[in-house]
């Protein structure tokens, strides 16, 4: 049975309580208990909570059965792990990234009162995790390696972050800066380990499963799978029909080293790199569209759709040759693809 938001959602309030009452134990004035209340709740909740839901669903599938209310509840705390650090990123880029809006509400940082505190209260959101990963999971042989799990992916996450800020600063275009090479870098270290490594590896120790072997295997596919996913966004902020997307792509007003225009600048003509030199990167509607009339000229929809039947065949060819062995189940890949490929939004 597919778990439901609202089943995912019902143990958060259990989980807040929690971190509550651990920040009692050091005698926190109730205004500052508030606001941490409020901050988990504002920045945590509302999302898809694919990465969450997931380690539910693949303990379930490698278990090969559903999951008794106990087991239930610890595999949402790991999935609530990952919104956590979900929640602690977001907070975070849409200071770096001067954003206004996130999940239809004002950003964090612009809302009432809160400002530059936003920052003290990403790093809140991150240790979060780590208060509820030692009450839940301290007495757990492989308690070691979550908390090395999570660390690792936090670091490798805030190293893609560093170079994409680095490569596509929003307040300076430099075209020749971009390539495929730190693309792909962003996209594998900023958006693959945290979304689809995380939540099925979590799912194995969970499951007892977590051989050697079972974790390379898990890493060789879905490290592609989350590179195709982001490809797949890239695509989608351009050419989706912002009714179907939820939301107005602006990948292009923003200079993001994204899949299209370094596809873009593969292709173009000397004519057509001008275009790009000029328009690319400007908070301007003309700008805008002079560079997508460019991906149009370049027939950028059809280099997309044959790129991802290529790599969709790949994946589903490593789905094939897994081996089972160790109990890492086929279902578990096949599960994610099926959410991803082809989507709309």
């Known amino acids: 049975m597919p778990v439901s938001r609202q ?5 958060f309030p259990t989980l807040v309580s929690d971190l509550k009452t651990h920040s009692t134990n050091y005698n926190l004035p109730s205004q500052a208990l508030q606001w941490f209340t409020k901050s988990l709740n504002y920045n945590t909740l509302g999302g898809k909570y694919n990465r969450g839901i997931s380690v539910i669903d693949s303990t379930s599938l490698l278990l090969s059965r559903d999951l ?6 610890k595999a949402a705390t790991l999935g ?11 907070v975070s880029d849409d200071i770096m990234d001067s954003s206004k809006t996130r999940r239809g509400q004002a950003c964090w940082y612009l809302a009432p009162d809160v400002g530059m505190i936003a920052i003290n209260d990403a790093f809140m959101l991150e240790t979060s995790i780590y ?22 992916v936090s670091f490798q996450t805030e190293l893609g972050q560093l170079c994409d800020l680095l490569t596509a600063p929003e307040d300076h275009v430099d075209l020749d800066n971009f390539s495929m090479e730190k693309y792909t870098f962003i996209v594998v270290y900023k958006t693959a380990y945290y979304s689809f490594y ?58 993001k080293c994204s899949w299209l225009v370094n ?35 370049l027939g950028l929809e059809g280099v997309y759709l044959e790129y991802e039947e290529k790599v969709v065949g790949e994946i589903r060819g490593k789905i094939a040759n897994l081996d089972e062995s160790e109990g890492l189940k086929k279902e578990v890949f096949e599960e994610f693809l099926r959410k991803i490929y082809k989507r709309s939004k």
Not at 7 to 11: A, G, N
Not at 142 to 152: G, N, P, S
Not at 230 to 249: C, W
């Open 68 to 73: 008794t209310s106990e087991e239930f509840f």
């Open 198 to 255: 995380l939540p099925v590896v979590l799912a194995l120790y969970f499951a007892g499963l977590a051989t050697e072997k079972n974790l390379k295997q898990a890493e060789e596919i879905l490290i592609p799978m989350g590179e195709y996913f982001q490809v797949q966004d890239d695509y989608l902020d351009n050419f989706a029909d912002p009714a179907t997307l939820g939301k107005i792509g602006t990948d292009i007003q923003d200079n």
């Open 263 to 297: 596809q873009a600048l593969k292709k173009c003509s000397k004519e057509q790199r001008q275009v790009l030199e000029v328009n690319y990167g400007k908070k301007d509607k003309e700008c805008e569209s002079r560079v997508k009339v460019v991906f149009e000229e």
């Open 80 to 90: 609530w792990m990952i919104e956590l650090l979900q929640a602690f990123f977001l």
């Open 7 to 11: 089943d995912f959602e019902s143990i």
């Open 131 to 152: 208060i509820l990963l030692k009450k839940y999971f301290k007495q757990e042989k492989y308690y070691v390696d979550l908390l090395e799990l999570f660390h690792e």
